[in-house]
């Protein structure tokens, strides 16, 4: 273990545990909703990259700042909103974060810091910066955090971003989230560097490369970059290499890659497996803790579901609110 | 009290005002702070405020306008300046997509209280890319306020209306009224009403609804009207077009039963086709003549001179379409 992860506690452990697993099974659930035709339109599952978000979350202050694209759900669970309120907006419902008129790829919450649930590939990472923007110019100690995906990485807001927030030292975490497709196009297929972190270079952003299906790695680069940006220093870009296992939203069958492909992220690099061995290994995690979380983890989605599915409808009335403040 | 100045002071002023005021409140874009303004609008701000408050930014209106956004997300009040509107296409994205909707799909939680700011519409023979008129663009989206003001009195008051706004505001200066002055109202105190349109001059026998520049031409073919033909013109300046003051448009009308709109944009979908259809639906039964529309005309700006001004409104134009819906 680096320095970094040997400062974790067993306690620690189980949290990171129980916070991936409450993902996978918020997003195995959503799956689920959406076959029974409860949830519509786009719905992007996280299944697979749950380590990079509680990685990240792991090292983040209450007063940092997050924001991402549409693949949201972990995010949003990861900085501590209520999965209830993120499921009830997936079934469009009243009790969901935005009032049922969001849905999945458009949630807020002031009160954790989450910016967004942005439905336009890379259009967050200006917004990202203007986060840090307002936090520096505030004089808070507080950070950005902007994910986006390997997709967005190709967009030219992000670098007019980088630019910015170099320029001007920006207390801004930039994370890329290889999960090597853009929909259905691999990255070997759509940039012209094999790396994407060393998009940060040209900028003068310090950039890494970390496996993004061990959280401990992911929680010591995570610290890294947070320590170098709190010192003052600017901004910092990870790119984090991982992998979802279902389509890019619910309706890519997943033709660009094999079976195999898949199967082997699955059985051999599975982040929540790997850290269940890592725990039972080091902290001497029992079957019986693990159990126990298991079982928490299964109540807790079974209240989720079932408030996802009474929370009513939006009254008509809301149709027209939240247009402008004030009128 | 009133006192003359320029467009170009009124905005300046407006800004320093509220700045003064507010410490969220900030100012960026190309070359508003060290140049002092590519049209000198932001002259003396960063001498006051700092380069903190004052933020030149790289040529990236996409990058600056979302990173406005996102700083107004968390309560700060940016200013973001475009050279033109011209250059806000790069940034269009930012301003409907994360500006204007994310208060409705965040079920009221996170407002945008900016204002994206520049002239707009045809300066002088800068061809087809530096002269279009934006108004209705901006004007279709809800979650948007959408300002253009005409005279120093507007640009003071409406710019510090859009300031203290907690909404997104669009708000369409014109570089041709920059220089020009008028007298406008002293102290810092004066703000006009968002939404409320302004009687520039009371008449009986038709209404012309103009804005911005061309108001210009409503106002002369008012005065040519009244000495060549006796015909009394109610002009109506909208100050705002989103959201429009339809009211006072169709009070007037029912004075008048005749109306001419009058503006610089494309007739395509413009302001003028919303204020007809408007018209259609509240005040079909009071029009004597059908409205009809001055509007820039549907091709690309031309850069010849010739071209260009026949491509553009005029006082011309406007008679005339004040003596087809008289029947003179």
Redesign the interface.
Known sequence: MTQFASKISKVDALKFYEDMLLIRRFEERSAQLYGMGLIGGFCHLYIGQEAVVVGIQSVLKPED?V?TAYRDHGHMLACGMNPKGVMAELTGRIG???????GSM?????EKNF??????VG?Q???????????K??ESDGI?VTYMGDGAAHQ??VY??F??AS?WKLPALFIIENNQYAMGTSVARSSSVPDLYVRGQGFGIPSKQVDGMDILKVRDAAAEAVAHIRSGKGPYLLEIKTYRYRGHSMSDPGNYRTKDEVESFKNTRDPIQNFLDVMKKEFNVSDAEVEAIENRVKDVMKEVVDFSKESPEPDVSELY??????E | MTTMITVREALRDAMAEEMRKDPNV?VMGEEVAEYQGAYKVTQGLLQEFGA?RVVD??I?E???????????????RPIVEFMTFNFSMQAI??II??AAK??????????CPIVFRGPNGAASRVGAQHSQCYASWYAHC??L?VMAPYDAEDAKGLLKAAIRD??PVVFLENELMYGRSFPAPEGDDFVLPIGKAKIMREGSDVTVVSFSKPLDYALQAADIMQEQHGKSVEVINLRTLRPLDTETIVESLKKTNRLVTVEEGWPYAGIGSEIVAQIMEHAFDYLDAPVMRVTGEDVPMPYAANLEKLALPSTEKVVNAIQKVCYV
Request: glycine share 22%; hydrophobic share 40%.
């Open positions: 700042a924001i969901g974060f935005s009032k049922g008129k969001g458009h949630m807020f919450s002031r910016y967004g649930g942005h439905g336009i259009a990472v200006p917004l990202g910066a203007g986060l840090a923007f307002a936090l110019y505030k950005s030219g807001q007019e971003s630019n910015m320029l609110t939240d247009i402008l403040i004030g | 900030f903190s930014t790289p990236t996409m990058g600056f306008a979302g990173l406005g956004v996102g700083a107004g997300f968390m309560g700060l994205d930012q997509n994360s994310t208060l409705y799909m965040s079920g009221g939680q996170m407002g809800p979650g306020k907690p909404n």
